[in-house]
């Protein structure tokens, strides 16, 4: 994968503007924080972040994929003021399971979603090498 980064633009910080990839595509559905048993444990954003991420990972696997092989995220989050109080965690938690790999991403805050408890559900594009 090739990072795109227009002349002249600032690098972003924890994400990229595009990415060029060749090669399989793994589509993951929207993941959120409940556990592989479908319960909520966590309250909070950051940890429901943690276990979107390890669900998401989960998902990855079984098509032989890694966090190196993600291109792109969406984001979708029920408190943007929530997730701004939270960057120094999430970031940690990001660097913890995610290494230093920086997809295109979006982040988008939401009314609801389907789940009640849910504050975070991520959507993955994935692209492994042939």
Request: glycine share 8%; charged share 20%.
């Given at each position: 994968?090739?990072?795109?980064l227009?002349?002249?633009?600032?690098?972003?910080?924890?994400?990229?503007?595009?990415?060029?990839?060749?090669?399989?595509?793994?589509?993951?559905?929207?993941?959120?924080?409940?556990?592989?048993?479908?319960?909520?444990?966590?309250?909070t954003?950051p940890?429901?972040?943690?276990?979107?991420?390890?669900n998401?990972?989960?998902?990855?696997?079984?098509?032989?994929?890694?966090?190196?092989?993600?291109?792109r995220m969406?984001?979708y989050?029920?408190?943007?003021?929530?997730?701004?109080?939270?960057?120094?965690?999430?970031?940690?938690?990001?660097?913890?399971?995610?290494?230093?790999?920086?997809?295109?991403?979006?982040?988008?805050?939401?009314?609801?979603?389907?789940?009640?408890?849910?504050?975070?559900?991520?959507?993955?594009?994935?692209?492994?090498?042939?």
């Amino acid at each position: 994968m090739r990072t795109l980064l227009p002349e002249g633009w600032p690098r972003p910080k924890g994400y990229a503007n595009g990415i060029e990839a060749e090669g399989r595509i793994v589509f993951v559905a929207g993941q959120i924080g409940w556990t592989p048993e479908g319960k909520f444990g966590a309250t909070t954003l950051p940890a429901q972040f943690a276990q979107t991420l390890d669900n998401t990972l989960a998902v990855l696997r079984e098509a032989n994929a890694g966090p190196e092989h993600v291109a792109r995220m969406t984001w979708y989050i029920t408190d943007k003021r929530a997730y701004l109080a939270s960057l120094a965690e999430i970031g940690a938690i990001w660097r913890d399971k995610m290494g230093k790999n920086y997809p295109a991403m979006a982040v988008v805050e939401v009314k609801a979603l389907i789940e009640d408890a849910a504050l975070i559900e991520i959507e993955t594009t994935a692209v492994v090498p042939r």
